[in-house]
Each structure stands twice: as structure tokens, then as C-alpha cells.
């Protein structure tokens, strides 16, 4: 064979090998790119989607007032509000399933006009109140409750805060002020035995550093026997009115209440089961509390108002295979405070 | 003579393709500069978002007028969501740092570290602005 023809063949060789390197090299650099754009916009227009349940009053703008209008769009801000990530509070409660006027998926789906998407919304504090009853001291004439109560954030970081405690019953009012250096404390209660109806213990904290961040946690003290909550009655708070439905026809209402950090109010009846919430400056939410009797069985039962926490929409963490779910947390205000946002949006093609 | 010529001038075209492929290899190599990222979008949201509301009721420009850095630091703590590092710097007008001490969670371990740029003015009897940079990171295990 000519030396020319073995200079040609490896010529050939090197560069048809070298020009598969190349090719090999270059789309293996190129790859993340070609996808890298879907994902992004997918992520992108999730992202506006979830901003605009956010931002958006909704159509009507005041659809969380009324408890009998659906929205034809669907959005939680609040209609004139100052600053932005305003969220309405008789919106936010209407996505609560103990609501009874709460929307279901199938209507917020609707409303939402993204055939495509599943969704799912989550609004909590920015931080938590645990309690935990640690001793219970019965003696002939009172008992006291010994509590430990803990302040964090969902990882478990303790949120310096300031503790104002309420003991309520129809016939009891007991309130406390603890500083709560730390996230972490303790506190005893005492309450006489002769108490003719359940007590309830309601904690509420604000935190030293942020005055809009608050939390709240309520213990029913069961020296009386004590039914699960909802078993008499179902509490329907928006528009500034709790509309009170008896799940058992013996139930009769005796006392409602409305506390907050700073204040409580008795409240009385405006319709037929109908009580009107003040409206509070206040920072925390406000914890309504209804005292009644099942036949002579006394009871309590509390909701709160706005009624956070909320969990709606598909349990994505449950199901079996899901395509690609993507999570936007929010920091919004409700009222005058502040609560954590998140809004998990899937299933769409791409 | 001529036949042995076009064998050594294959080789030199040889020489010349690597150096043309090795040279697209190194340009596509630096085309891979970053791509807005979803993961940075959320992260300046989240930032913005602590911000607006610290702001929305005076208490950013209070912390700082202040000089309260302990307590900005702890409300930024509590308002940014778990595992997210940040690194606060104000300056004012004339971009001269204010913050006296460092307000941080902590030291950043990652490389993808978010800016978020703010303006916030001062509500107190003498007007003042401040330009507020607050760096974010997710922090690392």
C-alpha cells in the first residue's frame, strides 16, 4: 500500500473520529440548555399563576362576604388593600372545610380557569404555639394545671415571644402575661372544681421582634367530660358575623365570646343564630368561644376567625405518582397579621 | 513528489480540525453561562416579600434608624423560611455601609447566592433613605 494512502486513511480516521468526539462533547454540553428552558418556563408561569391567586381580588372583588356567591375567578387578595400579599380574611376563611360556607375544589378549580392544574393551598402562622400539659394537681376545691408551652417555627426554631393567657368559662376569666424569653416556658393554672361548665385555655404570642407576628393555641381542661370539637355545634365565621349551626336539636347556646391579645368581648345575637365579631385593631386572630348546654350536658366549642390554618386542595404527598408539583411560598398579611403561604401547583403538561 | 505533499497536507487539515473543534468545544463550553434558575426567582421573591412586609408597617426603617441590628436580624430570622441563609447590608443615599454590625444568620455555604435590592424610607421626623441589599442563600446540610 502507498505511503499516501496510509497518511489519507489516518487523516480520514482522526478527523471523522475527532468530529464524533465533537458532536458527543458538544451535545453533552448542550443538553442541560435544550431543557433547561421548559422547565424554567413551566416554573415561570406557576410562579405568575400562584402570584396571581395572591394578588388577585377575584371576580366579584368581594366575593368572600357573601356566603352565597361563587367566584368567577378566583383570587384571595383583599379589595383595596395598601401594600401587596393583603389577603382577605372572609376569603381565606372560606377555604376552610370547617367553614360552612367553605368553597370546594371543584369550585375553586373552576374559578381558577387553568384546566390543566391541580392545586393545592396551605396559609399557617409564621410560627407555632405548642402546649403541653406536663402535671394536673386535683385537690377537693380546685385543680391546677401545670403547662409547658413552646414557641417555633415549623424547624423547630424557637421564636422568642410574648404570652398573654386566657382561662375562660362562663362563669371564669382568668388572663396572664408571660414573657417568654427563649420560644421555651412553663406556667401553672388554677380553676375550682364547682365550675358548672367546660373550661377552655386560650395562649396567645406575639413575637419580641415583629409585632405582626403572632400565633395563637387553645386547650380545652377537661375536669369535665368533653366531647370531640364540632359535635354540637358547626362555627361559621366571615363578613364579621359567626353564624352559629347545631348539629344535635338539643343544643342551646348559652354565652359566645371574642378574644384577641388585647381584648375579649361577650358577644350578642344579631339574627337567629347569628353573633356580630367586633372589628379588632389587633394584631393576633380573634378566638370565638361558644358556651351551651346539649341537653344538660354543658359544652364548649371554639373556632377562630381568620380561620387559619388551612389546608385545601389535592394531598399531593399521598399520591401514588405525580408529575412534577412546584411549591411557591408566600409571606402575605390577613387582617393586620402575618402568615405563611404556600401554594403547590402540578400536573401541568409540558 | 506531489502525492507524498497531499499526504502531509491531510495531516496539517488534520491538526487544523482539532484545533477548529477543540476551539467550538471551548466557546459552547462558556455558552453554558447560567440561565435565570426557578430556585433563584423563588428565593428573591421570598426575600422581597420579608422586606415589603417588614416595611409595610415603618418597622424596617425603625430597626435601622435604630441602629437596632439584633432585632432586625431575629425578624428576618422569623419571617424567612427555614433553611434560607442571608446576609443584610444597608447603606444610606450616599451608598456609605450603616449597619454598625453584621446582620447574618450565619456564614454561606452555597455558591448560588440571590441579591435582593431594596428602598426604604425612613418615618421618622427627619427624612432618610436607605438602600437596603439583603444576599440569600440556601443554606446547606
Not at chain 1, 46 to 75: M, S
Not at chain 1, 210 to 238: C, K, M
Not at chain 2, 69 to 93: I, M, Q, T
Request: hydrophobic content about 45%; proline content about 4%; glycine content about 6%.
Amino acid at each position: 500500500m502507498p505511503a499516501i494512502s496510509i497518511d489519507t486513511f489516518f487523516a480520514c480516521s482522526l478527523m471523522v473520529l475527532l468530529v464524533l468526539s465533537a458532536m458527543t462533547a458538544t451535545a453533552r454540553i448542550l443538553q442541560p440548555l435544550i431543557n433547561m428552558p421548559i422547565n424554567v418556563e413551566v416554573a415561570q408561569r406557576l410562579g405568575e399563576i400562584a402570584k396571581r391567586i395572591l394578588l388577585y381580588t377575584g371576580k366579584p372583588v368581594d366575593w368572600g362576604q357573601n356566603a352565597q356567591t361563587i367566584p368567577e375567578e378566583f383570587g384571595l387578595a383583599e379589595a383595596g388593600a395598601v401594600s401587596p400579599y393583603a389577603l382577605d380574611v372572609d376569603k381565606v376563611s372560606r377555604l376552610n372545610r370547617e367553614n360552612a360556607y367553605c368553597l370546594s375544589y371543584v369550585q375553586i378549580f373552576t374559578s381558577l380557569k387553568a384546566a390543566d392544574l391541580s392545586f393545592r393551598i396551605e396559609i399557617k402562622p409564621v410560627f407555632n404555639v405548642r402546649l403541653n400539659p406536663t402535671a394536673i394537681f386535683e385537690g377537693s376545691n380546685e385543680t391546677v394545671y401545670a403547662f409547658e408551652v413552646a414557641s417555633e417555627k415549623e424547624d423547630g426554631a424557637l421564636v422568642s415571644t410574648i404570652l398573654r393567657t386566657y382561662v375562660l368559662a362562663e362563669s371564669l376569666l382568668q388572663t396572664n402575661d408571660i414573657q417568654n424569653f427563649g420560644g421555651r416556658t412553663s406556667f401553672n393554672i388554677t380553676i375550682p372544681n364547682t365550675l358548672p361548665s367546660p373550661a377552655v385555655l386560650i395562649v396567645f404570642a406575639k413575637s419580641m421582634y415583629n409585632n405582626r407576628a403572632t400565633s395563637y393555641a387553645v386547650y380545652s381542661l377537661a375536669h369535665l367530660s368533653e366531647p370531640p370539637r364540632g359535635a354540637f355545634l358547626r362555627l361559621s365565621p366571615i363578613n364579621h358575623t359567626l353564624t352559629v349551626a347545631s348539629t344535635s336539636s338539643e343544643a342551646i347556646l348559652r354565652r359566645v365570646y371574642a378574644l384577641t391579645f388585647n381584648s375579649l368581648w361577650q358577644l350578642t345575637q344579631t339574627g337567629s343564630n347569628s353573633f356580630r365579631i367586633p372589628v379588632s385593631s389587633d394584631v393576633s386572630p380573634t378566638v370565638l368561644v361558644v358556651f351551651g348546654t346539649n341537653a344538660t350536658q354543658p359544652f364548649v366549642e371554639w373556632t377562630v376567625y381568620p380561620q387559619v390554618p388551612i389546608q385545601t386542595g389535592v394531598d399531593f404527598a399521598s399520591l401514588q405518582s405525580v408529575s412534577d408539583v412546584y411549591a411557591y411560598e408566600h409571606l402575605v398579611s390577613i387582617g393586620n397579621g402575618l402568615y405563611q403561604c404556600t401554594i403547590f401547583l402540578g400536573g401541568s403538561k409540558t | 513528489m506531489k502525492g507524498r505533499n497531499s499526504g502531509q497536507i491531510r495531516i496539517i487539515e488534520a491538526f487544523l480540525a482539532i484545533f477548529i473543534v477543540f476551539s467550538a468545544i471551548a466557546v459552547s463550553a462558556n455558552i453554558t453561562a447560567k440561565s435565570p434558575s426557578s430556585a433563584n426567582n423563588g428565593l428573591a421573591s421570598l426575600g422581597m416579600q420579608a422586606l415589603l412586609q417588614l416595611d409595610s408597617d415603618g418597622s424596617l426603617a425603625a430597626y435601622i434608624t435604630a441602629g437596632n441590628w439584633s432585632g432586625l436580624r431575629e425578624s428576618l430570622n422569623l419571617l424567612l423560611p427555614a433553611g434560607v441563609s442571608f446576609n443584610l447590608k444597608v447603606y444610606d443615599n450616599q451608598m456609605r455601609q450603616v449597619n454598625t454590625e453584621t446582620v447574618s444568620s450565619g456564614g454561606f455555604s452555597s455558591q448560588e447566592i440571590t441579591l435582593v435590592k431594596y428602598v426604604c424610607t425612613s418615618q421618622a421626623p427627619e427624612f432618610r433613605v436607605y438602600v437596603v441589599y439583603l444576599y440569600l442563600a440556601v443554606a446547606k446540610q
